[in-house]
T-cell receptor, first 117, second 108 residues
Framework: DAGITQSPRYKITETGRQVTLMCHQT?????MFWYRQDLGHGLRLIYY???????DKGEVPDGYVVSRSKTENFPLTLESATRSQTSVYFC????????????????FGDGTRLSIL | RKEVEQDPGPFNVPEGATVAFNCTYS??????FFWYRQDCRKEPKLLMS???SGNEDGRFTAQLNRASQYISLLIRDSKLSDSATYLC?????????FGTGTQLKVEL
């Protein structure tokens, strides 16, 4: 089925480990996004990508790395996980949002629930 | 001041009631606006876009007041299935900023 899929759905790891969250979309959307959601903060943007090989920082990028070698994939890596990175992570995609008047919404994956012990 | 502010609620309403949520935003240059719905920490799902002239989708009506920088969502004839958290979302230069959400509980 077409859409946006995240894996794994659940992950438990230890402090200091590297962990990669995967995101794959089949819509050929230009833009992809990674958010984290924590109580009291709502959704906060970690990184986003406007196209393959183009990525940019969001509101809370520290401790995260992204890549976009193919349009359909946008993995998020925690190079050395910390307890503060325990969260629910959502990947999203949208068509071009480059126009000032763009009204394109974002479509979200099911989320990855990450716990760091 | 947060970029997007919402009353967290919860709003507890009986089935059939009309309920309204407001959301304020700080960036006057924001270009587009949305309401998303989120159930029990599942993924946010687009409920409706918000247009300057106001727009309606069934029991849901969204309005935008650019002068006062607020967005509203009105739900008529509330259903039990409307129970969820409603996220106000503002698009500024292609970046979405999410409110923390307003929780709605519709009761029998």
């Amino acid at each position: 089925d077409a859409g946006i899929t995240q894996s794994p759905r659940y992950k438990i790891t230890e402090t200091g480990r590297q962990v990669t969250l995967m995101c794959h979309q089949t819509w050929s959307h230009s833009y992809m996004f990674w958010y984290r959601q924590d109580l009291g903060h709502g959704l906060r943007l970690i990184y986003y990508s406007a196209a393959a090989d183009i990525t940019d920082k969001g509101e809370v990028p520290d401790g995260y790395v992204v890549s976009r070698s193919k349009t359909e994939n946008f993995p998020l890596t925690l190079e050395s996980a910390t307890r503060s990175q325990t969260s629910v992570y959502f990947c999203a995609s949208s068509e071009s949002v480059s126009l000032p008047q763009s009204n394109q919404p974002q479509h979200f994956g099911d989320g990855t629930r990450l716990s760091i012990l | 001041r947060k970029e997007v502010e919402q009353d967290p609620g919860p709003f507890n309403v009986p089935e059939g009631a009309t309920v309204a949520f407001n959301c304020t935003y700080s960036n006057s240059a924001s270009q587009s606006f949305f309401w998303y719905r989120q159930d029990c920490r599942k993924e946010p799902k687009l409920l409706m876009s918000v247009y300057s002239s106001g727009n309606e989708d069934g029991r849901f009506t969204a309005q935008l007041n650019r002068a006062s920088q607020y967005i509203s969502l009105l739900i008529r004839d509330s259903k039990l299935s409307d129970s969820a958290t409603y996220l106000c979302v503002v698009n500024s230069q292609g970046k979405l900023t999410f409110g923390t959400g307003t929780q709605l509980k519709v009761e029998l």
